[in-house]
């Protein structure tokens, strides 16, 4: 098997880099956007932990939070809408090395990307992700996402949403997700603590962050999640608790919890995948394994 908590040195064939910082890259989004809190949680949890720029991709989709890999100096990969996991995944398997962490949007990520969230959850991939769940549709002016809520009048639904709103926590707990967390991006440290978390676990950690869109949502705002958040290690919370994991994120209401929902050990995709046994593919001699067995087949 192989251990995929190994880094493999060096990842890339080019300098050693410093750790990862703010690019010379700024962001454009408007101002107040909560998006700005996550980005700084991302680059205090990395800076904690000491990675090195050259030994962090981080990917995203399409939408204002999308733009996030731009304004660090690690690797980046700014894909297509939808596609964070299959492209980290891949990058996790062409070089098991790296950190690797995926970033977007709740209509990213929870909509268009919903079938590839979930089965990455159900492989346990070790990868980390982040989104910036704003319960709108930022980047295209307004319209409801799969986490607005019920009767929210939007561009799209001018007389109120009528969809049960998708709830991210709990489809984490039912697909598998060995590390599930919910962070504020008024907290920035709490916040930073769980991406960090997320980042050292030993497989699929994901982090869905409260992060108001400050110029399209005007009910879910700073200040309506400032009076309901709680945190669940005030609240005596057991992340080993499946049963107890799963109560916690019903609540949604006048108390929403954040922090850390559920943390479990289970072997990775990596740690299964006896390909990336002798170290990443990408140091491995390329061609085709036991081609004459192959040929034997069809000769
Ligand atoms: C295949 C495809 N469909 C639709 C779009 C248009 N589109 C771009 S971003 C987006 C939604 C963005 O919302 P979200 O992921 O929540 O990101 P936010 O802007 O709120 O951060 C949509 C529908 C697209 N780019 N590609
Ligand atoms: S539209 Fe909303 S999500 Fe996009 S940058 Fe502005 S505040 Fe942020
Ligand atoms: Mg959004």
Redesign the pocket.
């Known amino acids: 098997m192989a251990d995929s908590s190994v880094r493999a040195p060096p990842t890339t064939t080019g300098p050693a880099l410093p750790v990862v910082g703010k690019s010379e890259i700024r962001p454009t989004w408007c101002p107040g956007c909560g998006?700005f809190g996550v980005v700084a949680g991302v680059e205090m949890a990395l800076k904690r932990l000491g990675i090195p720029s050259h030994e962090v991709v981080i990917i995203s989709?399409?939408?204002?939070?999308?733009n996030l890999p731009h304004f660090l100096t690690s690797y980046g990969f700014h894909g297509?809408?939808?596609r964070v996991v299959p492209v980290a995944e891949g990058i996790r398997w062409a070089n098991h090395g790296l950190t690797v962490i995926g970033t977007?949007?709740?209509?990213?990520?929870f909509?268009?990307g919903a079938g590839h969230f979930v089965h990455g959850m159900r492989r346990n991939v070790d990868l980390t992700y982040v989104t910036?769940d704003?319960q709108?549709?930022?980047?295209?002016t307004g319209?409801a996402?799969p986490t607005s809520g019920l009767g929210h009048k939007t561009k799209s639904t001018p007389d109120g949403v009528i969809e049960a709103p998708l709830d991210p926590v709990a489809l984490a707990l039912a697909s598998g997700a060995t590390y599930i967390a919910r962070g504020f991006s008024g907290d920035v440290k709490h916040l930073a603590e769980l991406i960090a978390s997320g980042i050292q676990h030993k497989g699929f950690a994901f982090v869905d962050v409260l992060s108001p869109?400050v110029t399209y949502n005007k009910i879910n705002t700073f200040d309506f999640f400032r009076q309901r958040v709680y945190k669940l290690e005030s609240a005596g919370h057991d992340p080993t608790d499946k049963v107890a994991a799963w109560q916690r994120a019903l609540e949604w209401g006048d108390k929403i919890p954040i922090g850390l929902f559920y943390s479990v050990d289970r072997p990775t995709y990596e740690d299964m995948e006896e390909v990336l046994a002798p170290g990443p593919l990408c140091f491995q001699p390329a061609g085709l394994k036991g081609k004459e067995k192959i040929l034997d087949e069809f000769i």
């Open positions: 998006d989709g399409i939408g204002c939070s999308s297509i809408h939808g977007g949007g709740d209509g990213d990520g909509g268009i910036m704003n709108i549709y930022g980047l295209t319209q996402s869109c």
